[in-house]
């Protein structure tokens, strides 16, 4: 025999805001107890009206009935089951059951339970994810990599486009960090860069990056990272946007290689006129080049030191050969004549743009730290880091190489010159990296190698 009780007392019950009910499984099908709650919930007038449905009426999925009932009787309790119910007048209402089968003596079955109106939470969760399909689709629809990370520069969240260019789904990436798929050392960088955003709060707008994806090609990218925060205004993490710029990359090297290209053309111009000026701008433009990848500078900045070595003394054509390679002593005007040839190349190539600063530093290259240079006597901080070089690597050569006027003076006699001049002609950093180079290869000239 069922009782027809609670452990709660009638009063107590109909006040809660969640409906209870007892129903009976065994022998008959039937609800023993409800509470007001559960009555309102499902739009009947009393407890009486309630009672004369069984309780696998209210189900609107036939599915979800026989589950919750097999559930039941299998495991002899339901937590937290969420389905559709239909009330009296046929509406349907998202409700949460945790109910527990109970055997009494006599063999009779029935379910203790509550019942939940789960709707507002329901209609919640489908706001929210409506708002996060709107959100991931249009992330989606956006060719470029996007991605969220947290504070310990996890990934919280990618778009398409970042899945598909590591080659996992955007829930596999969930959790991974860049270490995961770059190199150490630019997987490094990204994390230096991320917590750099963390820590100041100031965004990194369009760092251009050369990265190697996981399929072993090397893409050139533009990438923006910006912080990002909770709702009490915390730093969450940050956002990261990254575009590929190869193809315009590429593009921009053609443009490039064909100036470069037109350029040398005027060097082989100055070859055919002056023999010695060619080797000696092509040995200036290796050496150069070497400081500039000791330094560790990227691609774009040593073609442009290579070519700053190569022009350098364009400006020569203009000047005639019998002052170029005068045996003796030059007077003043013929000084003052060779002097020219920095302005005279500035001119010739000024209007070109490129990538680097190559008008500016041949024009640069016989200033000294001091203010004793030419043309215009610039102090120390306006001399730029690629004339410095310029300038170590055009008294290094021309120290070295056989001249009309003299011999060749050795490269102890360059690196006394070059070092005698540390700090008031020369920067002393790159006459140590000459000094390092030269070391490393027995001190003999390394620029003859190539
Ligand atoms: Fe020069
Ligand atoms: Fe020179």
Request: charged content about 25%; overall charge neutral; aromatic content about 8%.
């Amino acid at each position: 025999m069922v009782k027809n009780t609670f452990y709660l007392n009638k009063t107590t019950a109909d006040q809660l805001g969640t409906g209870l009910f007892k129903y009976s499984l065994v022998p008959k099908e039937r609800f023993i107890i409800c509470n007001t709650t559960l009555c309102e919930m499902l739009n009947y007038p009393n407890k009486t009206e309630l009672k004369k449905k069984r309780l696998g009426d209210f189900f609107a999925n036939l599915n979800d009935r026989d589950n919750f009932f097999g559930s039941l009787r299998k495991d002899g309790q339901v937590k937290f089951f969420e389905t559709i119910f239909k009330d009296n007048e046929n509406k349907t209402i998202w409700v949460m059951i945790s109910a527990c089968k109970v055997t009494t003596p006599g063999n009779g079955e029935y379910v203790e339970g509550i019942i939940e109106n789960v709707d507002s939470r329901k209609e919640m969760e489908r706001n929210l994810s409506l708002e996060q399909d709107l959100l991931q689709g249009a992330l989606d629809s956006i060719p470029d990599a996007i991605y969220f990370k947290d504070l310990e520069n996890r990934i919280i969240k990618v778009n398409k486009f970042y899945a598909k260019g590591v080659g996992l789904k955007p829930t596999e990436i969930v959790g991974k960090t860049d270490y995961d798929f770059f190199p150490e050392d630019q997987a490094r960088q990204m994390a230096t860069d991320d917590q750099g955003v963390i820590e100041t709060g100031v965004p990194i707008v369009g760092k251009i990056e050369r990265t190697l994806l996981p399929d072993g090609t090397w893409n050139q990218v533009i990438t923006t990272k910006i912080p990002i925060y909770d709702r009490l205004g915390e730093t969450a993490g940050t956002m990261g946007v990254t575009r590929d710029m190869t193809a315009y990359a590429n593009m921009e090297r053609e443009r490039l290689t064909m100036l470069v290209n037109t350029l040398k053309v005027l060097g082989k111009a100055l070859e055919m006129r002056d023999p010695y000026t060619f080797s000696h701008t092509r040995c200036v433009a290796t050496i150069a080049e070497k400081i500039s990848g000791v330094l560790q500078w990227d691609e774009n900045r040593m073609l442009g030191m290579r070519l700053a070595g190569e022009l350098h003394d364009l400006g020569k054509i203009g000047i005639p050969l019998d002052i170029l390679n005068k045996p003796g002593k030059l007077n003043n005007l013929e000084y003052g004549l060779i002097r020219e040839h920095v302005g005279n190349c500035y001119n010739l190539i000024k209007d070109i743009k490129f990538p680097f600063p190559l008008a500016e530093t041949i024009y640069q290259h016989h200033e000294r730290l001091d203010g004793s240079g030419y043309p215009r006597k610039l102090p120390a901080n306006k001399i730029l880091p690629e004339a410095r070089i310029l300038a170590v690597s055009d008294v290094l050569e021309a120290m070295t190489h056989h001249r009309p006027y003299r011999e060749a003076l050795g490269v102890n006699a360059a690196m006394a010159e070059l070092n005698e001049g540390v700090g008031t002609k020369y920067d002393g950093d790159i006459v140590k990296i000459v000094s390092q180079l030269l070391k490393a290869n027995h001190n003999k000239p390394f620029w003859l190698d190539d």
